[in-house]
């Protein structure tokens, strides 16, 4: 997106609702986040949540690839592998040793995609803990 304003509105299209613009003017400035945003006649088609990840034991990060949507009617014509290669892309000329994705055994669809991009499966026993924090007022 150009500014935060038209980020705010790709995030809404997909999510239903965005933080204020003035909270995705920091996310975009911030070097470490990325928003992919793929478009039609100026309205998005698609989107890439990408972050940048440094290592204290590695010389070049990572990029995670934390969330990708495609509209529906966009859905089976290459959106979402574009969307892949254009942050493969990135990585690369960024000098990163990887980029990485994470999905449910049980997502058919994001296995395709991920399978059909060159991704390769590491560890089939990973489990992801989460660890929600209350709300604070």
Known sequence: PRD???AAEVVRTFKGSA???EE???FLANPANYLLVAESDKQPAGFLTVYRLERPDRDAGQMFVYEIGVAPSWRGQG???ALIQE???LAREEGMSEAFVLTNHDNEAALRL???TGGVVEEDSAV???YPMAATS
């Open 4 to 6: 935060a304003a038209e």
């Open 19 to 21: 933080r204020p613009t």
């Open 24 to 26: 995705l003017q920091g």
């Open 79 to 81: 959106l979402a592998a």
């Open 87 to 89: 942050i493969k892309t």
């Open 114 to 116: 991920y399978e059909s």
């Open 128 to 130: 992801l803990f989460v």
